[in-house]
């Protein structure tokens, strides 16, 4: 069984940075890729960044390129999403989503992720 696990929210101020961790236990074995989604209240999940665990390519929604960059350690299970240049309305629950294998690209929905975490709060001050 898969858990995924996101943690490095909380408040930061407009123009600050803040860095989010997604970490994955169980079988990865053939994972594809770690998708970075958010949603604030009364609002659909939004896509935000995608990142491939075979080589680490990445794809950024474009409210957000430019100003949040996603890596991912191996070794560890863990995918990052630093976010810089922070703006109010970057405020939302982001969430890490699991796709797995037998796909290409950079997934982009919802149900092309399998597993989720619980979600970790990100509140930029205005």
């Known amino acids: 069984q898969v858990q995924v696990a996101e943690s490095g929210g909380g408040l930061v101020q407009a123009g600050g940075s803040l860095r989010l961790s997604c970490t994955v236990s169980g079988r990865t074995f053939r994972s594809y890729a770690t998708g970075w989604f958010r949603q604030a209240p009364g609002r659909e999940r939004e896509f935000v960044a995608a990142?491939?665990?075979?080589?680490?390519?990445?794809y950024y929604a474009d409210s957000v390129k430019g100003r949040f960059s996603s890596s991912r350690d191996s070794a560890k299970n863990t995918v990052y999403l630093q976010m810089s240049s922070l703006k109010a309305e970057d405020t939302a629950v982001y969430y890490c989503g699991i796709a797995g294998g037998g796909l290409s690209g950079f997934p982009k929905t919802v149900s092309a992720y399998a597993y989720w975490g619980q979600g970790t709060q990100v509140t930029v001050s205005s």
């Open positions: 990142i491939r665990w075979s080589g680490g390519a990445t």
